[in-house]
């Protein structure tokens, strides 16, 4: 994978709004007690269930696209190998805790050679908060790149998450991101499927908008209970567990 491939891929529009500052209030929003942090415990929960399944009590490589300070390689790094960060923002990468043992690779600036890294049985490609928020040209770029490292069709896995849209609560209520990018479930299928990737499974979290969840916290109940049921359709946010076609 050259340099060049790398930076074409990570010119997307939803830079802007995480850099310098910007970084550091991002990691005070998952402050103890914060609706994030309350929903990240419930989500990682989630997630790390999800990779369980997966990977058999084996250890894979884990890059997380678009990283951020490493909520999600923390969350499951008991779970993963080597551990690769990639992201725009470098005082969102100076972040990442040092104990993680996170390899760091900045996708504008450094030159990115991973095969050294990369020696588990297994693969877990996932990105958090980024593929619909960049630009499109930029999304279906992310997802070539995912597929390319997923080096084994019906071993390694790539578990993102994105907004679905209606009939989520969200869709129906005054909290709304004006401008948010959502997409249908049969938008997201043939975007995945358009890109050279199979739909393992979809799963949902978060049920309640943010605005909510901080008004009312005892909302928290039916978000954990939420969490455990299947598929409904009603989750803001839907999780995608994908695998590359042969
Ligand atoms: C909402 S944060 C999500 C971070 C992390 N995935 C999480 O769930 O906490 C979006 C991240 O995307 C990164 N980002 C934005 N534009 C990017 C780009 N063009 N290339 C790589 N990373 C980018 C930002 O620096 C930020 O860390």
Redesign the pocket.
């Known amino acids: 994978m050259s340099k060049d491939n790398i930076r074409k891929?990570?010119?997307?529009e939803?830079?802007s709004?995480?850099?310098g500052h910007a970084?550091k209030e991002?990691l005070e929003s998952y402050s103890p007690e914060s609706v994030n942090s309350k929903l990240h415990i419930i989500q990682s929960d989630l997630v790390r269930n999800i990779l369980k399944k997966y990977s058999n009590e084996s250890k894979p490589d884990h890059i997380?696209?678009?990283?951020?300070?490493g909520?999600?390689l923390s969350a499951l790094s008991d779970l993963t190998n080597s551990k690769i960060g990639?992201?725009?923002?470098e005082s969102?990468l100076d972040l990442i805790p040092k104990d993680l043992n996170v390899t760091k690779i900045n996708?504008?600036t450094d030159q990115i050679e991973l095969s050294n890294l990369l020696n588990s049985e297994m693969r877990l490609i996932t990105?958090?908060?980024?593929l619909l928020?960049?630009s499109p040209q930029?999304s279906t770029e992310l997802l070539k790149l995912m597929s390319n490292y997923l080096r084994h069709p019906s071993r390694d896995v790539a578990i993102v998450n994105v907004h679905g849209s209606n009939p989520s609560i969200r869709s129906f209520s005054k909290n709304v991101r004006k401008g948010g990018k959502q997409m249908s479930r049969k938008q997201l299928k043939k975007f995945f499927e358009g890109n050279g990737f199979s739909i393992i499974e979809v799963q949902e979290m978060q049920l309640f908008p943010y605005g909510l969840l901080k008004k009312y916290p005892l909302l928290f109940l039916f978000e954990s209970f939420f969490a455990r049921v299947k598929y409904v359709g009603f989750g803001i946010d839907k999780v995608y567990v994908l695998q590359r076609n042969q």
């Open positions: 891929v990570y010119i997307g939803y830079a709004h995480f850099t970084a991002y997380d696209f678009a990283c951020g300070f909520l999600w990639i992201d725009i923002n969102m996708s504008k990105s958090f908060r980024f928020n960049s930029g």
